[in-house]
């Protein structure tokens, strides 16, 4: 039997984490893949996209919150910036 062919995914993000919902809408998607044992998801922050990473981010309630969300990713995928 032979192993499934790994596809690889790159997310680039360089969008400020709260202005709109692309830096959202890219780890959500990246989170759900990283999950399948086919796939190698990894992430480079770049431009206002870094601001995703910054320690300590305090959210309204009910909005998502980014840095909590890069953290699983990099559990189990790569994040650079």
Same mark, same amino acid.
């Given at each position: +039997?032979?192993?499934?062919?790994?596809?690889?995914?790159?997310?680039?993000?360089?969008?400020?984490?709260? @202005?709109?919902?692309?830096? #959202?809408? +890219?780890?959500? $998607?990246?989170?759900? $893949?990283?999950? *399948?044992?086919?796939?190698?998801?990894?992430? #480079?922050? +770049?431009?206002? @996209?870094?601001?995703?990473?910054?320690?300590?981010?305090?959210? *309204?309630?009910?909005? #998502?919150?980014?840095?909590? +969300? $890069?953290?699983? $990713?990099?559990?189990? @995928?790569?994040?650079?910036?």
């Amino acid at each position: +039997m032979t192993e499934p062919i790994k596809t690889n995914y790159l997310f680039i993000i360089n969008d400020s984490p709260y @202005g709109n919902e692309r830096p #959202f809408n +890219m780890l959500r $998607l990246a989170l759900n $893949l990283v999950k *399948r044992p086919d796939a190698s998801v990894r992430v #480079f922050l +770049m431009g206002d @996209g870094v601001n995703c990473d910054i320690a300590g981010q305090k959210t *309204r309630e009910g909005y #998502f919150n980014v840095e909590r +969300m $890069l953290k699983s $990713l990099a559990h189990r @995928g790569e994040v650079a910036t």
